[in-house]
């Protein structure tokens, strides 16, 4: 089946998007629109695009993400898919960027200010100052030596309590630490 329109490749310059992991079977006899020189294959259709690639993340000029499916397969090539809807625009200077938290998990990522899932209640930040927070988040959830400095009962409280200042407020770590 022909795509209603096909973009050029340039249209995806400087977006963001979130693409969701599909089986092999969602891309059969579906025609390559695209063939990138990294080796990602694009397929084209009416609702969206099909993406199959090694790679994933800063992409160029863009960031694309992919959430795998539940279990995750071993596979390091993964097809993922994503309505033209889902495509929002990405620069350097404006705040458009916030943070989720999956505290069973222990994860956190970025979503854009366009994803109608935004209830405005996390701070919007740049790129930059968005990276600098996931980091500092990761942090958190991987190390416990800062906690050392604390009285408390349960580490995983005194995490949960730090990471939400980060991303409910605009103070800096250090500032949410010494007011502990």
Not at 1 to 16: A, D, G, V
Not at 144 to 167: E, F, G, M, N, P
Request: net charge positive; proline share 5%.
């Amino acid at each position: 089946m022909e795509p209603i329109f096909r973009p050029s490749p340039n249209s995806f310059k400087n977006t963001f998007c979130v693409f969701h992991e599909v089986l092999p079977e969602k891309i059969e006899g579906l025609q390559i629109q695209y063939n990138s020189k990294s080796g990602s294959k694009y397929f084209y259709t009416k609702e969206g695009m099909y993406r199959l690639s090694d790679h994933w993340g800063r992409l160029a000029n863009s960031k694309w993400r992919l959430e795998p499916m539940e279990p995750e397969s071993n596979s390091k090539t993964k097809i993922g898919f994503a309505a033209w809807s889902e495509f929002y625009p990405d620069n350097a200077e404006e705040e458009l960027y916030y943070l989720e938290v999956d505290y069973d998990k222990n994860k956190v990522n970025y979503q854009h200010k366009n994803n109608p899932n935004f209830n405005s209640r996390p701070i919007l930040r740049t790129s930059f100052e968005t990276t600098k927070k996931i980091k500092q988040i990761r942090n958190l959830f991987a190390l416990t030596s800062w906690a050392k400095y604390y009285d408390y009962d349960d580490i995983d409280v005194l995490r949960k309590q730090i990471i939400d200042q980060l991303i409910f407020t605009t103070k800096t770590l250090d500032e949410i630490k010494r007011a502990l």
